[in-house]
């Protein structure tokens, strides 16, 4: 093992001029379908992403509320695609591409530029502020394992203040937890937040009362779960008035400071504030110079691809796509996947001089969970809702979680804080003393970058 | 569940004038030992810690190497003694100690203090740099989570980036890992580096040849793991070539910088260096006042006590205890769980008012492991090696883990990296580009404190 004869690195692979370059950005549901299917294809793919690991994003908040650690739910990238031997991945972020000379600019230690024959942009999407990007500091939004561990370490540590806190105001507010939109990305955090708050409220502290929690999920339209049927989001309301979640809806978020939200003339005083409002696509609609929607997202033709340039295609939530019946293709993990899988045959098909048929967008369905044992499922017509919905619901994300491993531990996991009812990963770390910047946190501050 | 009547805080518990108070700085192994045997006893406990989560360290080198998460390895100090009713966890960082009055001075959102009849002292230890603190920067060391996650990430991104260096020297430079130290910590991580990158380059990585990675363990003595036995250390040095590692014994590193180690005239190019070579205790001593060895390890009695203070006591790494041979108690996990059922045998009898026989450490044996498949073990005079000290030191290690969750996480972890030979955990986290503290990280920088 201490030999060393190859001291020098070896030749870049895929050489190979006669093999078109494939270039995906973005190793998310969309980008690694996309690779996935052009497995044993002839053609030479650089998979760059600015992570080294793939995220199971609909179970972040879960990370986020204690219940699962960062690498229950991401495995690396280089991982997944071991056995694709035409992929290489590149650890680095897209800044920017070159349409007329199909290049992609990526920052690692230097900006290189990786050429392209086909390109897949799967950039994904963002929390968006609607233009108040001031409240970012004050309410951060959940999309990566940082972001997660942020959320975790805030309400973790709000409930630790209260704790030695004698003011009864201050008390109030340390306990009040403000969820912005209540998509369910927002519902699932309230339950969560919830059960986790008056959880350890009840079992490990000693002064802080279960009772006093207040979670308040704010949404400006006029119901929970726009994108589910009525029935369904009806159901998921109560389930969280059951949970003890404050449902304030058609009721706009105003302001965000330190100590509170602002919704119009009124105030809710509260220390921890997550936002789950707003999405904005990634910056592709600008590198592309292409047109997009208020979110962002690149309008694409019917075979995925941008209106002039069928060698680039844009798919996921950074794509406005439009389903057979004229209507968006939602932003959603399965959505992401087929068209990742529609773009492997496309890119198949083209290599047999072939025309791809369009993509028909095929919806399987949608779900959301409310605490640990309530769920929504739509299936088309089919409408499930409580406890079984809440195990389907358990057993769909075990069985796509990528990796054996994760889907073993997730579910011992699962099955222990479902009968002892703990969060495991109670882990505040990454505090920074006398962090000035940070809101409401003047002792024991906290430092914007955790896992 | 809405029901706020609660809406104030509950007033302090423990008012009884009548029951002693006993003040626990630190939730290791020593603190928490003292909580637990002191479980019903007529006192009232504030146990301070500045994290929320009890660490078992001797694992945390897994949570470096990627072969374990965070939360498999710590537990929230609430939930622990959840069930000690006489026990009040104070999060928060003892700034120091008056002796005269009786006090703690704790940081939290403002300083308190917080009064003591009787005092436990179990503050551990941080690495130490022998006066080199500019060395810190380029050569972590390993005590904490956020410790454990940022070498991991530098592990992992030197990797990455050897992967697209095409300079020789740097590629060479980037695959060359330095530990300094050949204690139980520093051979423990030289081994897993060496399994942990050769085992990713070989099955992940398309260009980084596992015959490039180079691992070197430098050590100042005549040999590693001084404190086992010649047989078993000689042992330990063979198993470690045999993993990869290279050993210099005999060697002090006499500079750290950004590019590398330098030992005396000799230079070790390296970008990634990790620091297992020395240890101080905390500021105890500087608080109370005491003697101390050149580690700052308080001397106490026989007694575990302050030789002027019968009701401060002062254990685990922190302490400078002898055994009845007159020899130092080794700074190891069982020595400190010892003490600490010591001082609550001593916190007993003085209740009844009887004094406590002196404390008499029992040495029961000490282990370390060399990689996925080898570890030494000496119990007094017997020494266990190889494959199957190896399964003993798995088995031991998962029966002290605190919490049963994570026993059978781990075990399901580490059975699945044993057949799969996989780092199950290797996430990189917490990056920031154009750090530019960060040594040797020009374009992706690396923050300093992540989980």
């Given at each position: 093992?201490?030999?060393?004869?190859?001291?020098?690195?070896?030749?870049?692979?895929?050489?190979?001029?006669?093999?078109?370059?494939?270039?995906?950005?973005?190793?998310?549901?969309?980008?690694?379908?996309?690779?996935?299917?052009?497995?044993?294809?002839?053609?030479?793919?650089?998979?760059?992403?600015?992570?080294?690991?793939?995220?199971?994003?609909?179970?972040?908040?879960?990370?986020?509320?204690?219940?699962?650690s960062p690498a229950d739910i991401a495995a690396p990238i280089r991982a997944i695609t071991r056995h694709d031997r035409n992929v290489e991945v590149l650890l680095g972020e897209a800044t920017g591409i070159d349409v007329a000379r199909r290049l992609v600019s990526v920052l690692d230690t230097a900006v290189r530029t990786v050429p392209y024959d086909i390109l897949v942009v799967a950039?994904?999407?963002?929390?968006?502020?609607?233009?108040?990007?001031?409240?970012?500091?004050?309410?951060?939004?959940?999309?990566?394992?940082?972001?997660?561990?942020?959320?975790?370490?805030?309400?973790?540590?709000?409930?630790?203040?209260?704790?030695?806190?004698?003011?009864?105001?201050?008390?109030?507010?340390?306990?009040?937890?403000?969820?912005?939109?209540?998509?369910?990305?927002?519902?699932?955090?309230?339950?969560?937040?919830?059960?986790?708050?008056?959880?350890?409220?009840?079992?490990?502290?000693?002064?802080?009362?279960p009772k006093s929690a207040r979670i308040v999920l704010v949404e400006a339209g006029p119901r929970p779960l726009a994108a589910f049927p009525p029935d369904l989001a009806a159901y998921a309301g109560r389930a969280l008035q059951n949970l003890g979640v404050e449902i304030r809806l058609g009721t706009a978020v105003t302001g965000i400071d330190a100590g509170g939200v602002q919704l119009g003339t009124e105030r809710i005083e509260a220390r921890t504030v997550i936002w789950a409002a707003g999405v904005q696509a990634s910056k592709a609609a600008e590198w592309l110079g292409a047109a997009h929607d208020r979110a962002g997202r690149v309008k694409v033709t019917d075979h995925l691809?941008?209106?002039?340039?069928?060698?680039?295609?844009?798919?996921?939530?950074?794509?406005?796509?439009?389903?057979?019946?004229?209507?968006?293709?939602?932003?959603?993990?399965?959505?992401?996947?087929?068209?990742?899988?529609?773009?492997?045959?496309?890119?198949?098909?083209?290599?047999?001089?072939?025309?791809a048929k369009p993509f028909r967008y095929r919806h399987y369905g949608d779900l959301a969970t409310i605490g640990r044992n309530r769920a929504i499922i739509?299936?088309?017509?089919?409408?499930?809702?409580?406890?079984?919905?809440?195990?389907?619901?358990?057993?769909a994300h075990i069985f796509f979680l990528i990796g054996f491993r994760n889907r073993v531990v997730v579910m011992v996991d699962w099955l222990w804080s479902y009968v002892w009812f703990r969060g495991n990963a109670r882990l505040i770390t990454n505090v920074e003393r006398h962090d000035q910047d940070e809101p409401g946190q003047d002792g024991i501050g906290l430092a914007e970058n955790a896992e």
């Open positions: 093992m201490t030999d060393r004869a190859a001291d020098t690195p070896a030749e870049p692979a895929g050489q190979r001029a006669s093999r078109p370059r494939v270039v995906v950005i973005g190793a998310g549901f969309g980008g690694l379908s996309t690779v996935q299917s052009l497995h044993g294809a002839p053609v030479d793919i650089t998979l760059v992403d600015q992570r080294n690991h793939h995220l199971f994003q609909p179970l972040l908040y879960q990370v986020a509320t204690a219940g699962l950039t994904g999407a963002r929390h968006s502020y609607f233009g108040h990007e001031e409240w970012a500091r004050f309410a951060p939004g959940l999309k990566t394992v940082e972001d997660a561990t942020l959320i975790r370490r805030r309400i973790l540590l709000a409930v630790e203040r209260a704790e030695t806190e004698t003011d009864a105001e201050e008390y109030r507010r340390l306990l009040t937890f403000v969820v912005g939109g209540a998509g369910p990305t927002g519902v699932e955090m309230a339950g969560a937040i919830s059960e986790l708050v008056r959880g350890i409220a009840a079992s490990d502290f000693r002064r802080v009362s691809t941008l209106p002039d340039h069928p060698e680039i295609y844009v798919i996921g939530d950074t794509a406005l796509a439009l389903d057979t019946n004229g209507r968006p293709v939602p932003d959603l993990a399965p959505a992401a996947k087929e068209a990742g899988q529609y773009v492997g045959r496309s890119i198949r098909a083209g290599l047999r001089g072939r025309a739509e299936f088309g017509r089919l409408h499930i809702r409580g406890f079984l919905a809440w195990v389907l619901w358990g057993i």
